[in-house]
């Protein structure tokens, strides 16, 4: 069995496409979502489309799913978000609304796997995980072995065994008695100064995780950015992975 973990796909569905497209390449079984669908990008309406003819077993909400399918006034966004979050709200349908809105925030798979957007300890504060320490605090109310997260868009992976120690990685090897939060980065908005798409696979009976990044069409989704009139920071930030 492989399973794929994605989120932060962020509207991008060039980006979406090309990691779906590697993800046949490498066999994966079963896919699962992280969160955060929409926002930031110009293709909410297919993203959510393309998810949901998936029919994945678990799709968590992120921050900008809730902003999305609600009519809140966007509190802790930044003018650009914001933006985008006004645009998509335009944009998305009725019906995709309502099934963003209905989507849990957090998520066990069987008794060894959490699937969380931001953070454990209060996933609707919609805090960021940078470090051990914060980390640590998710770890505390982590009752499965394996946590899959996003939010921050850079992939880290903090492993507790005593401690909790952590930082970027390609490869983790999954070891009895330990405890793991990983972040899978993101597929539509990378922020660790690579641009190239973002996930991860996992293998429950190798026990492995796997970081995976690849390339996609930035030229054409920054195109659709610019022509959906959304904020310049928007496009310009995809080409550097920022
Ligand atoms: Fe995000």
Request: glycine content about 8%.
């Amino acid at each position: 069995m492989k399973y794929a973990i994605l989120g932060d796909i962020h509207a991008n569905l060039e980006a979406l496409q090309a990691v779906l497209r590697k993800c046949q390449e490498l066999g994966v079984d079963k896919y699962l979502c992280i969160g955060d669908l929409v926002g930031y990008n110009a293709s909410p309406r297919e993203c959510v489309e393309l998810v949901r003819s998936m029919n994945l077993e678990v799709v968590i909400k992120g921050n900008h799913d809730e902003q999305a399918s609600g009519s809140t006034r966007l509190a802790g966004f930044n003018p650009q978000a914001a933006m985008a979050i006004e645009w998509t709200r335009q944009q998305i349908s009725d019906d995709q609304r309502a099934w963003l809105n209905a989507l849990p925030m957090l998520k066990n798979l069987g008794a060894k796997m959490t699937l969380v957007h931001a953070t454990l300890d209060m996933p609707e504060k919609w805090g960021y995980i940078f470090d051990p320490l914060t980390a640590a605090a998710s770890l505390h109310y982590q009752f499965t072995q394996l946590c899959f997260f996003g939010h921050t868009h850079v992939p880290l992976a903090f492993d507790k065994f005593g401690d909790v120690k952590g930082g970027p990685f390609d490869e983790v090897r999954i070891q009895a008695g330990h405890k793991y939060m990983i972040n899978c980065g993101s597929v539509g908005q990378p922020r660790d100064g690579d641009p190239r798409a973002s996930f991860i696979t996992y293998s429950p009976e190798e026990m492995l995780v796997n970081l995976h990044r690849v390339e996609y069409d930035i030229a054409a989704t920054q195109q659709k950015i610019r022509q959906a009139g959304l904020p310049e920071r928007l496009w310009q930030r995809l080409a550097t992975g920022r």
